[in-house]
């Protein structure tokens, strides 16, 4: 069984819940205010080691009540923190989140996080059968080196493009997994997607993206499913209708899941239908990191 090792951030998220959004310039009464472990890496790491991978996370924390409470959780969730360095440089990352209507709006402000380098990649232990993942709030040069390097070990590339950026073709290339949502991929493809673009639109938009006819692109369409262009085959993942209440970290939920079954040498049809299912639990719980759900309950829904 291969591993799943993470590059990426880490971040405290900062979350007021109200009955609605406020309007820009707007001051509204909230209801609570709760502190929960988060950061895209972070939250894709969490996932990955409660489904059962052996997981090791890259990344960089502040010297602050933030990055030891960080810590201390990801370290109850048994993933490796031997890569992640701590800094009195910069504090730790931080998210600021509203949720509202099941809803969520986010300002990150990155911190350490920002600090990740290439040297911090570059001495990551991978090997053929392992999955290396990432996503766009640590700097695109640290992911390119963490990509080069698991390329050189012959372990799988799994590129989260979020928050949404535009990136270069290089990069591109040294991915061998891209997962994203409808609004990245129409931000990457330049290709106009909404809501009611239907599959056959989507796949025109990842054949578009797709930077050699190997290179797999899952599309998440939240509760209509998931869609992916697997060299010239297409998946269809039918959606699961649950009652969300935060959909924060939904997304990394179905990250961290794919690269785990992955890891485990699981068929992407089937390892792509596993992680539908823990991020439609995911969704259903308030936060991103302790939302993630065990393998013991995704496989009740199986
Ligand atoms: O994807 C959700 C995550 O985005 C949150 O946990 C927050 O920290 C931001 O990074």
């Known amino acids: 069984m291969g591993r799943v090792f993470v590059a990426g951030s880490i971040n405290m998220d900062v979350v007021a819940t109200a009955d609605r959004h406020p309007k820009v310039g707007e001051t509204i009464a ?10 895209k890496g972070a939250n894709q790491a969490v996932s990955a080691a409660r489904l059962g991978a052996r997981t090791t996370l890259i990344g960089r924390l502040g010297k602050d009540a933030f990055g030891a409470e960080l810590k201390a959780f990801l370290s109850d969730q048994g993933i490796d923190l031997g890569y992640v360095q701590e800094t009195a440089a910069a504090h730790s990352g931080t998210a600021i989140i509203t949720v509202a209507e099941a809803d969520n709006t986010i300002v990150v402000i990155p911190g350490s996080n920002a600090l990740v380098g290439e040297d911090d990649v570059s001495v990551v232990p991978m090997l053929k059968g392992d999955v290396a993942v990432s ?37 591109l290339e040294l991915v061998d997994i891209l997962v994203l949502n409808e609004t990245e991929l129409g931000l990457l493809s330049g290709v106009a997607l909404s809501e009611s673009t239907d ?3 989507i796949i025109a938009a990842a054949r578009r993206l797709q930077a050699n006819k190997d290179q797999i692109i899952c599309v998440t369409l939240g509760k209509r499913g998931v869609l992916a262009l697997a060299g ?19 997304g ?26 823990a991020a439609s639990i995911c969704v ?4 991103a990191g302790p939302s993630m759900p065990t393998a013991d309950e995704v496989a009740a829904i199986l």
């Open 252 to 277: 990394d939920c179905f990250v961290g899941a794919l690269a785990a079954q992955l890891a485990d040498g699981v068929a992407l049809r089937e390892a792509l239908g596993f992680a539908n299912i």
């Open 232 to 250: 010239s085959e297409e998946l269809v993942v039918p959606g699961r209708v649950v009652e969300a209440i935060d959909t924060t970290g939904a």
């Open 30 to 39: 909230g209801k609570e205010v709760l502190y929960f472990p988060g950061g």
């Open 284 to 287: 259903q719980r308030m936060g």
């Open 135 to 171: 996503q766009f709030e640590i700097p695109l040069s640290a992911i390119a080196a963490f990509f080069r390097r698991a390329r050189a070990a012959s372990a799988v590339t799994l590129l989260n493009p979020a928050p949404a950026q535009k990136f270069g073709r290089e990069l």
């Open 199 to 201: 599959h056959a639109g």
